[in-house]
């Protein structure tokens, strides 16, 4: 990849800026109001990916936590923020003479995509309408299924794909039960590239308060409010269930620093925002949680919940065809950008 992303936690949101400093290189993000653990500020986390040689956090002054990268070289940054849980996300990109010098080569293809049928032909869309068959998914308080509203939005989805000339595949494409296992398996055996699983969202007594679209990527870890509940709910079609915890902490802790993981979040991010864009619900963010249908994929992968079922104006608005077609509409943009702008080597 061009570039080295470093997420920051944060306890509570906050201010924050980021510049750069020469002689030597270097870059800083200051957070606002925040102390650093004293054990934080006595070390070095040493990257060596060459273009981040060094992470070191230090007390600025007594309302000011920086955190330093220092660099290789000179190198093009940006950085942006993101909630529920909060943190604070920056993106340094290769640059300096080693940018200089690609710059005046021609480029290969796999490693500058251009967009059109020659690049998307090649690139396989994995749609994983959730649940189905004897797993109906959450149930909304007039009894809308979940499985029913997610095959909607996976139908219309696969015609504006395939009528773009991208190869798409559906796990199922009428009410049936797949196991999540098999439903991973499934998009490897296609060499999907990439695998997006729909869901709509719930919690107990159908709070009104509970509303919005989050996006999840695969972790170890339960990152980001509700994310326990969520990966609790959508696990249990797996074989492996109820003690399926155990078993992805394993797994997973040994992916977390793969490329799929990395190139999964790029995706969820153009994602959230481009269904948050068309809906106009509330943006809940991306989060992370173990989750079984994402764990064995090869390729960039999410679970997209696009509104809460269990709340009942967000309900009738998964009843209606118009939503599903711009949660549809909403995905294949996001689907097609990606695929169109991240090289072969990308996952």
């Known amino acids: 990849p061009d570039k080295t992303r470093v997420v920051i936690d944060l306890s509570e949101k906050t201010e924050f800026r980021a510049d750069k400093l020469i002689n030597p290189d270097r870059i800083f993000i200051d957070i606002m109001g925040s102390i650093a653990k004293l054990e934080d500020t006595s070390k070095q986390i040493k990257i060596d990916d060459g ?26 940054y940006e950085f942006f923020s993101l909630i529920e849980p ?20 021609p480029a290969k293809p796999e490693e500058k995509p251009t967009p059109g049928p020659e690049i998307t032909g090649k690139r396989v869309v994995i749609i994983d309408p959730g649940h189905g068959g004897k797993d109906p998914g959450a149930i ?41 296992e098999n439903r991973t398996n499934f998009a490897n055996q296609k060499n999907g590239f990439v695998f997006v699983s729909l869901h ?36 249990r079609a797996s074989r492996a269930h109820p003690d399926v915890d155990t078993d992805l902490a394993l797994i997973i802790a040994d992916l ?81 950008y990606y695929i169109e702008n991240t090289p072969d080597n990308g996952v």
Not at 214 to 229: C, H, M, N, P
Not at 292 to 307: R, Y
């Open 140 to 180: 909304g308080p007039t009894g809308l299924k979940e499985k029913e509203v997610t095959l909607g939005i996976a139908l219309y989805l696969e015609k504006l794909l395939k009528n773009a000339g991208i190869p798409t595949y559906l796990t199922r494409s009428k009410d049936e039960f797949v196991y999540l």
């Open 51 to 76: 273009v981040i040689k060094t992470v070191r956090t230090a007390q600025f002054n007594e309302e000011i936590t920086r955190v330093v990268f220092d660099l290789y070289q000179e190198a093009r």
């Open 256 to 336: 977390e620093e793969s490329a799929n993981i990395k190139y999964s979040f790029d995706f969820a991010d153009i994602i959230q925002k481009k269904l948050v864009e068309y809906l106009k619900l509330k943006n809940r963010g991306i989060k992370q949680a173990p989750f079984v249908v994402l764990k064995g994929a090869n390729m960039a992968a999410v679970i997209v919940e696009v509104g809460f079922i269990s709340n009942p104006k967000e309900e009738k608005l998964l009843k209606t065809n118009k939503f599903r077609e711009n949660a549809a509409q909403a995905l294949f943009e996001a689907i097609k």
């Open 200 to 235: 709509a969202n719930s919690v107990l007594n159908h709070r009104p308060s509970a509303e919005g679209i989050e996006t999840f990527v695969l972790s170890s870890k339960y990152i980001g409010a509700s994310a326990r509940d969520v990966a609790d709910r959508e696990n």
């Open 86 to 105: 909060d943190r604070v996300v920056i993106d340094i990109f290769k640059s300096g003479e080693e940018a200089a010098i690609s710059e005046t080569l």
